[in-house]
């Protein structure tokens, strides 16, 4: 059975009109997905749903003919290598994390899945990127609050505790000097007595402050300062010669003692004391090192207070210094 010319066009047309609606349903049905779906060649993107263009923060009609990579902010090198991998019919063990360019607006932060797609001719991947710019501001917070004391939020403990272990067994690093000081507040206990725990609170904060102002103030300083219990601090000082830790404990003192707590029972002021001591070889683990500044602690509190004062088997510019 033969068609006619008419017939023929009628059916050509059909069969147009019914690829068309095929697109268009297509088109629909991914727009629906929760995901950012791309089609790509080698050259550019040749299809994007809505959540694609919301992701990469352009309009729908504006993603075709862009390259997927002139979107990225962050790690453009690891999305690269994936979709390379998909071109060539391998699927990446790890998705690729990265963060969205914007154009003003807020930073995106997807998760892109590369696959190869069966194309005749030229090839094509199919990308899938998932938004969870949510997930990494909770996934954020839930490790600052792991990592940081609440009151006063210099990290805690067992962070600065994980930390002072690393840098203690980085033996062989370019610089492998490492101070600890350690810090408590002078009379403390009279502070909550004649004030108020609330107050106590306000020095404490005060106090983090006060160090932290001193260690902004030098850009090249990589100090840790973590609370370590109740009114007593901890300072990594990493990769720095004696002189300067002194100079630096000193600057910390001096800060503390030159500001006013302000509280609701009345302005006071307080003042620390502090140990330093240096890791030797002859240390052999940061609980030494730790020990040994916690005892050079114990020395400035039984000479006086307010003061620095060094473990004796560390090296150091002077035992102790004298506050002017």
């Not at 068609?3 to 059909?14: F, G, I, K, S, V």
């Not at 600057?251 to 509280?263: A, D, K, N, P, Y």
Request: aromatic share 6%; glycine share 6%.
């Amino acid at each position: 059975m033969f068609l006619d010319d008419d017939e023929a066009l009628e059916a050509a047309q059909l069969t147009k009109q019914t690829l068309v609606d095929t697109q268009e349903r297509m088109g629909m049905m991914l727009d629906l997905m929760p995901m950012g779906f791309l089609i790509h060649t080698k050259q550019g993107i040749i299809f994007g749903n809505q959540e694609a263009a919301r992701l990469l923060q352009v309009r729908q009609n504006e993603v075709v003919g862009r390259h997927f990579l002139d979107f990225l902010a962050t790690h453009v090198e690891e999305a690269a290598k994936q979709m390379e991998e998909a071109f060539h019919g391998r699927i990446s063990v790890e998705p690729t994390e990265a963060e969205v360019r914007t154009n003003g607006g807020p930073t995106r932060t997807i998760k892109l899945i590369a696959g190869a797609l069966p194309w005749e001719g030229n090839p094509v991947v199919q990308l899938l990127l998932q938004d969870i710019t949510d997930l990494k501001t909770i996934q954020d917070r839930l490790h600052l609050l792991a990592v940081t004391d609440e009151l006063t939020g210099a990290f805690n403990r067992r962070h600065a505790f994980t930390i002072g272990h690393r840098l203690f067994d980085a033996r062989n690093a370019a610089s492998p000097r490492l101070a600890l000081a350690v810090l408590d507040v002078d009379h403390f206990k009279r502070v909550n007595d004649t004030y108020g725990h609330s107050a106590g609170d306000a020095a404490l904060k005060m106090l983090t402050q006060s160090i932290q102002a001193v260690i902004e103030a030098d850009p090249s300083l990589n100090a840790t300062l973590a609370r370590v219990g109740g009114e007593e601090f901890m300072i990594l000082l990493p990769g720095m010669a004696p002189e300067a830790v002194h100079e630096t404990c000193e600057q910390i003192r001096l800060e503390i003692e030159r500001r006013h707590v302000l509280s609701t029972a009345g302005t006071f002021q307080i003042t620390v004391s502090i140990g330093v001591a240096w890791r030797n070889e002859m240390d052999s683990s940061f609980d030494i090192l730790y020990s040994k500044a916690d005892s050079a602690l114990y020395e400035a509190k039984a000479v006086g207070r307010n003061r620095v004062c060094f473990d004796d088997s560390s090296q150091s510019p002077s035992k102790s210094r004298m506050p002017t």
